[in-house]
């Protein structure tokens, strides 16, 4: 027998130790563990379940009856079943790498035969442990596992005579031989469990030693901001056996928002190494709603989850601001016969998020098993029946019972979920409208008080999963009226969000008649690729977008992450992760939340072409959400306004003063989007900019020409002096230059640039300043870094002009739909490219060599963007337009092109005949290859175009089989066909 505690003896299949021997041996330990060269592997013991509110069981009893039920600690399980086999929903989600076994606590209270073994697979093959024996009382049951590689456990079974179990179980641990710093558990010490910490707060490590020996560590690592700021820091010490050390690594951070903790542990000669997020959050400033406000909501689904769980998803939702929850239960669960209804698992998610004051908009679907039409109702497949039209009068007291038990509680009520998509509906739009309309009387019926959203449709872009391309336009025509508001999805990056509300969503409405308003109920962008940084700018650009746009509210998708795959786009599309960590987006959403709610929009800003930005008024404040989509414009804007004061405030809620003086303000536009508070403030009109610059191509030791347009925006003479600080690899002659100007008068400085080899600057440096004013600053200049294209003899040898692999160059059409999640990107093999360029005498070649696991191309001509295939830009300088051109190899072989954009004054189809095209498809590399050689005069290009540099651009379409999964691009703008300024610019030698 071992000790775990002075109270409880536990029995088990340890050995006993007596304590005098133990402490020699723990001392023996640690002194071999000073030694690193030869410090061996350690035995050492990871929490791994607690049996509490913070787990969620789904219980199977085979062969008899039982029950499974909260105790103090842990969970009871009674029943005469022969087997019983507990599912927690983590055990689906995690992988764990070649545990050495478990040790589960428990406490048997009955006296028949039983006992305990785990079930799960090791690297997909299915597994089962040998049955531990339990004996009556308190045991320690360890169970050994010799399977190697990816574990994941797909149960706990206990085992039984069938005479009656009674079982209290207690916790669990996996078991692991590791290396010394493997031993020890590293994170922040969140005693509330959420990553959540208030401006002052001291932020503390918890180290814990899991080896069954005292061992030494050194850990060193450094807390750095969204913006870079960082912290670095240091701790030495020697842990007991199971002890942990908590000390603070930093007493009062500097910034507020999104802070990301990295740490190195080493041990025995031995290192590990983790990263974890956390905010900063300041404390929300009171709001109390009205009517008309803009909707700041989040999607979530609680009812998967255990309810301490629960109440951490409500805690984290009301500390970012909030006000409205999508959710719901399934029709299924909540009526699981038609004789019977169970509101208790709704009825716990509605009250406890009203609790912290977050109302839950309610959604009715999907079709219950035992409403399908007869030819489904037994299909054994969930979403052959749930998605199934269900029968008219079941689903109409399906309705009313469920209104009229959340009368008071719940006021929105959404009719189905995104029923254009085959992966939620089975059914066509004339069926959806009948369901539409018998919601809809039904509920008018029951309370006309309530407000009915239409199904959230899931986009209007090119998405697989639509059988109707136009499912949502027929629905809105002529079904609007069953409905309070038009509720729209749009899963995308924002240029691809932007271009499907302005060219699809808002002329869908006018030309359907539709004269209710529009919410976006369900819109986001996964993070999967590591692409954090991009998923918080979407969420700031998307939300303020549509409010501009009319949009009455926006549900961000969704409040956590669903799990931790990799590849799984459905697991990355959170505010939180799965267990609680903060991301960047999360900071965003508590700023807008911040300074947004309650606020009314203005009107759209005038800003310099590829900049956008948008106008609110809040509590008599002016708000300038402003952001460089182009990246272009460089400079700075000058705003004429009354306020009394001004600050710029960044994506994560940092306030930084800004000048005010003669009734104007000055301020950078950047990449990064910011807001602009003018305080107190009526008036907030925008004045020429006082510096704009024009760069010729940087290509790396060749000079450049860069102009300066300076304009006096001030009410008065002044002088504007500027110097260019060379850094970076970049440099400016001259270094300084000055011009006095006259109100509202404008002059251009000449200046020439100069880029060394290797330098990747984008920018460079420029501080101004107008004496006899307090402006003053510092400008990152853009400039317009170009590719340098070697002359070559078309073998290319030589290193490719562009390579496409990263997953931020992916856009894909499938990861809102969680049935299509097989089809997201999966990395190089799946889709990737080296893209080579070069000229000759009066031609231009594009030789693009791409890895695609699958080829298809059933298309020919205009469509054959929706197989696998190249669509490339070039821009032809002097003319407005670019060309749009498609390369293919169609499945027969044969290469095919097409031209479907011309610049201004040129000629498609003539373009078209300029084309030669070969392919090559290597099926045991699963490689194809494209040349392609357009002659320079049927495209307006000449030799000197080449040698100064034009724009270019390229993606790769991806079609495993039936459907356009995505693309992996360049830059962003060949499918939305704008930001032409923003293609890669290339210079021929």
């Known amino acids: 027998m071992s000790n775990s505690s002075p109270r409880r003896r536990w029995r088990g299949n340890s050995i006993c130790i007596d304590p005098e021997r133990n402490l020699i041996m723990r001392f023996l330990a640690l002194l071999f563990c000073l030694l690193p060269a030869v410090c061996p592997a350690v035995p050492a013991e990871f929490p791994w379940l607690g049996f509490d509110r913070y787990e969620l069981y789904n219980n199977s009893f085979y062969s008899g009856k039982g029950t499974a039920e909260p105790a103090e600690p842990g969970m009871r399980v009674r029943g005469n079943a022969r087997n019983i086999i507990l599912r927690e929903r983590k055990f689906s989600l995690v992988f764990h790498r070649s545990p050495a076994g478990a040790a589960i606590r428990c406490t048997l209270h009955s006296a028949g035969k039983a006992g305990i073994r785990l079930l799960g697979t090791a690297d997909g093959a299915a597994f089962k442990t040998e049955v531990v024996p339990l004996v009556p009382g308190d045991n320690l049951c360890r169970i050994a596992l010799d399977r190697k590689g990816a574990v994941k456990f797909e149960g706990i079974e206990l085992v039984s005579d069938g005479s009656g179990v009674d079982l209290t179980l207690h916790n669990a641990a996996l078991l692991a031989e590791t290396a010394p710093a493997g031993a020890f558990e590293v994170g922040l010490d969140l005693p509330a469990r959420l990553a959540l910490f208030s401006p002052g707060d001291p932020v503390r490590v918890r180290v814990t030693n899991r080896a069954d020996r005292p061992l030494p560590f050194v850990l060193e690592g450094k807390l750095t901001a969204f913006y870079g700021t960082s912290l670095p820091f240091r701790r030495e010490q020697t842990l007991a056996p199971g002890e942990s050390a908590v000390f603070d690594v930093a007493e009062k951070l500097p910034l507020n928002g999104h802070w990301t ?55 984290a939702a009301a500390r970012l601001g909030v006000r409205y929850l999508r959710s719901g239960v399934d029709w299924n669960q909540i009526q699981p016969t038609a004789e019977r209804f169970d509101f208790d698992r709704f009825d716990r998610i509605v009250d406890l998020f009203g609790r912290y ?15 399908a039409p007869e030819e489904t109702r037994n299909a054994p497949s969930y979403h052959a029946w749930s998605r199934a039209k269900p029968e008219l009068e079941a689903w109409k007291r399906y309705v009313e019972t469920t209104a009229r038990h959340f009368r008071g509680r719940i006021r929105i009520w959404e009719i189905w979920n995104e029923p254009d998509l085959y992966a939620f509906s089975h059914f066509g739009v004339e069926d959806y409208l009948d369901l539409a309309k018998a919601a809809s009387e039904t509920i008018r019926r029951t309370d006309p008080e309530l407000v009915i959203f239409t199904g959230g449709f ?29 509720a729209y999805h749009g899963h995308a990056n924002y240029a691809t969000y932007a271009r499907q509300i302005d060219e699809r969503l808002l002329p ?23 692409t954090e940084r991009e998923q918080a700018a979407a969420l700031f650009k998307k939300l303020l977008f549509s409010w501009s746009r009319g949009a009455v509210g926006y549900n961000w998708y969704d409040l956590r992450n669903d799990g931790y795959a990799p590849n799984d786009p459905e697991h990355h599309f959170g505010l939180l992760t799965t267990d609680f960590q903060a991301k960047p987006v999360l900071s965003v959403y508590h700023m807008l939340a911040r300074y947004f709610r309650g606020a009314k929009y203005i009107g759209e800003l005038e800003l310099p072409e590829g900049c956008d930005g948008f106008v609110f008024e809040n509590g008599g404040d002016r708000l300038l959400a402003v952001w460089n989509e182009a990246n272009r414009a460089g400079g700075i804007i000058a705003v004429s306004t009354d306020a009394a004061g001004a600050e710029r405030i960044d994506m994560m809620g940092n306030a930084t003063p800004l000048t005010l003086s003669d009734g104007a303000v000055l301020t950078g536009i950047t990449a990064e989007p910011m807001v602009i508070r003018l305080v107190k403030a009526a008036r907030s009109e925008l004045r020429e900019p006082p510096f704009t610059f024009t760069a010729g191509a940087a290509v790396p030791e060749q000079p450049f020409r860069l102009a300066a347009t300076v304009a006096n925006p001030l009410a008065r003479r002044a002088e504007f002096k500027l110097r260019f600080v060379p850094e970076n690899g970049v440099a400016v002659t001259p270094g300084e230059a000055a011009v006095t100007l006259a109100p509202g008068e404008r002059k251009t400085l000449e200046f020439t640039g100069l880029t060394r080899r290797g330098s990747k600057a984008g920018a460079v440096r ?53 049935s299509l999640r097989d089809l997201v990107w999966q990395g190089k093999d799946d889709l990737s490219a080296a893209i080579f360029l070069r000229r000759e005498p009066g031609v231009l ?34 003319r407005s337009g670019a060309w749009k051109i498609g390369l293919a190899r169609l499945d027969n072989g044969r290469p095919d092109s097409f031209v479907w954009e011309s610049p201004s004054g040129l000629d498609a189809k003539a373009a078209a005949k300029a084309i030669t095209l070969t392919t090559h498809r290597d099926e045991a590399g699963r490689r194809t290859a494209y040349r392609a050689r357009l002659k320079l005069d049927a495209f307006g290009l000449d030799d000197r175009m080449l040698t100064e540099g034009i724009r270019f651009n390229l993606l790769i379409n991806d079609n495993d089989g039936n459907l356009r999964e995505g693309f992996i691009q360049l830059a962003p703008g060949v499918s939305e066909w704008k930001n032409f300024e923003r293609f890669p610019l290339v210079v021929f030698d």
């Open 261 to 315: 903790i990295d740490w190195t542990i080493r041990s025995g000669g031995d290192s590990q190494g983790g990263k974890a997020g956390f905010a900063v959050l300041p404390e929300l400033p009171p709001y109390r709603p009205r009517k008309g406000d803009f909707a700041f909501g989040v999607c979530s689904h609680p009812n998967r989850w255990a309810a301490g769980k629960q109440e951490l998803e409500a805690q």
């Open 766 to 818: 420029l501080d101004y300043e107008i004496p006899g004013t307090p402006f003053s600053g510092t400008l990152a200049v853009p400039l317009r870094p170009a590719a340098r294209i070697p002359a070559g003899d078309g073998k290319y040898r030589r290193k490719p002009d562009f390579v496409l692999d990263r997953p931020e160059q992916v856009v894909s059409f499938c990861e809102g739909d969680p």
């Open 845 to 878: 070649e594009l030789y693009t060599a791409v890895s695609d696991d699958v080829h298809v191309q059933k298309e020919q001509g205009t469509g054959i963007w929706k197989g696998d295939g190249i669509q490339f830009a070039l821009v032809v300088p002097g």
């Open 458 to 486: 899931a986009g209007l872009g090119s998405h697989p999963g639509r059988r109707d391309p136009d499912f949502q336009f027929k629905a809105m025509r002529d079904g609007w009226k069953f409905f309070d508001v038009h």
């Open 357 to 371: 004051g977050i109302e839950v908009q309610g959604m009715f679907g999907f079709c219950a098993r035992w409403a």
């Open 508 to 530: 869908l409405r006018e030309k359907a008649g539709v004269q209710i308003p529009w919410y976006a109920n369900e819109t986001a962008v996964s993070a999967i690729g590591g």
